[in-house]
């Protein structure tokens, strides 16, 4: 099973920036680039959401309204790594956020229909006025 390690969160001003990474370990005879990536938030009490996905070659790409214009996500099939950035950030982004796998040659639809094969631990991000 493919293990996912996100990277990067922690506190930040309402404006700002930050970036998530998320670094897949993939077994012996696979290759990263046969699944599409994603992210999930859970804001405080509410339930898990959808952010944004890649697709396979990471061509395609989708986010949520709330996100759209301020998020972007990108993947290096080279280190096996996911990013999310995140530019002027607001309070209601404060959350955990997941990074999510898809199924082997899965569309990346699947993902945000959340058809997720694995998901990370999470990381906290929190956005301050």
């Known amino acids: 099973q493919v293990q996912l390690r996100e990277v990067g969160g922690g506190q930040v001003q309402a404006g700002e920036s930050l970036r998530l990474s998320c670094v897949a370990s993939?077994?012996?005879?696979?290759?990263?680039?046969?699944?599409?990536f994603g992210w999930f938030r859970q804001p405080p009490g509410k339930e898990r959401v959808f952010v944004a996905a890649?697709?396979?070659?990471?061509?395609?790409?989708k986010y949520a309204e709330s996100v759209k214009d301020r998020f972007i996500i990108s993947r290096d099939n080279s280190i096996n790594t996911t990013y999310l950035q995140m530019n002027d950030m607001k309070p209601e982004d404060t959350a955990v956020y997941y990074c999510?796998?898809?199924?082997?040659?899965?569309?990346?639809?699947?993902?945000?229909?959340?058809?997720?094969?694995?998901w990370g631990q999470g990381t906290q991000v929190t956005v301050s006025s």
């Open positions: 993939v077994l012996p005879g696979r290759t990263f680039d046969r699944y599409a």
């Open positions: 890649i697709s396979l070659s990471g061509k395609t790409t």
């Open positions: 999510v796998q898809g199924h082997p040659w899965g569309h990346i639809d699947g993902l945000v229909g959340s058809e997720i094969a694995n």
